[in-house]
């Protein structure tokens, strides 16, 4: 149900966009939500919305990532800026249902794309 573009490779300060096409998922409490796992760690949240607009960013994002929306919620991207080497990992979109939806709570979330990779070098 979800896919993944817009990963690569972007040297330390460069910028990406990661969209995910969430046109196959339309459900009245939903939660949306990128995360990210790096090489040997555990999965982690990057940034989460809901069906209340209600939006969250881990403490490592904040400041440097945004999270949107396209028309008609078909479409989640996350803008990553100022990216540094720490950022490289696979990066997943994420989907469920909840009232609760936050990066740090992942247990709303059960449909997951299969990821893509960003790549920051020094």
């Known amino acids: 149900h979800l896919r993944e573009s817009g990963g690569g490779s972007v040297e330390s300060g460069g910028s990406l966009r990661l969209s995910c096409s969430t046109s196959n998922y339309n459900h009245e409490s939903y939660c949306l939500g990128w995360f990210r796992q790096a090489q040997g760690k555990e999965r982690e949240g990057v940034a989460t919305t809901d069906h209340n607009g209600f939006t969250t960013y881990t403490d490592f994002v904040k400041g440097r990532f945004d999270l949107a929306q396209g028309n008609a919620r078909t479409t989640l991207y996350v803008h990553m800026n100022s990216l540094q080497p720490d950022h490289t990992a696979s990066y997943y979109c994420?989907?469920?249902?909840?009232?609760?939806?936050?990066?740090?709570?992942?247990?709303?979330?059960?449909?997951w794309g299969p990821g893509a990779q960003v790549t920051v070098t020094a």
């Open positions: 994420a989907a469920g249902v909840g009232n609760y939806c936050r990066s740090w709570y992942p247990l709303p979330f059960y449909c």
